[in-house]
């Protein structure tokens, strides 16, 4: 049920995690402080889901990105109001990327999942991770991972 309604609840992937957790194939089912706290933390989301704004195609678009050790978020503003939230966990393969791996793989995935709405108008992508400028803005060659991350977010 909450899957439904995520892209109104800001940092979906981070609060369910634990809840995640329980429904691996391989993990035992024990309910301790860390799935409570994460179960109570969504019934408040759920009940404060804010007002979000309609996207003006006229107006400048900013897209937030973030990446914890854990899920990757994206928001889309425009004059300080939120379009839309998008955000996911990670895989286990990509929870042991290096943090600016990751940072660049929430800016693919913002990009690519909000793309109705950056396509053909100009944005500005906001990051917390410095070390991004240096990898969008040049270019010399990376790894081949973030190279590929490149190459996709060309078109726009």
Known sequence: MTQFVSR??????TITEPLRKLTRKSQPWRWGKAEGGAFKKLKEALTKVGVMAYFDPKKQTDILVDASPCGLGAMITQDGR???????ALTDVESRYSQTEREMLAVVYGVEKCYVYLYGST???TTDHKPLLGIIGSSKPCSAR???WRLRLMPL
């Open 8 to 13: 109104y609840i800001e940092s979906y992937a």
């Open 146 to 148: 973030i190279d590929r």
């Open 82 to 88: 939120v379009i839309c939230y998008e955000s996911r």
């Open 123 to 125: 944005f500005t992508v």
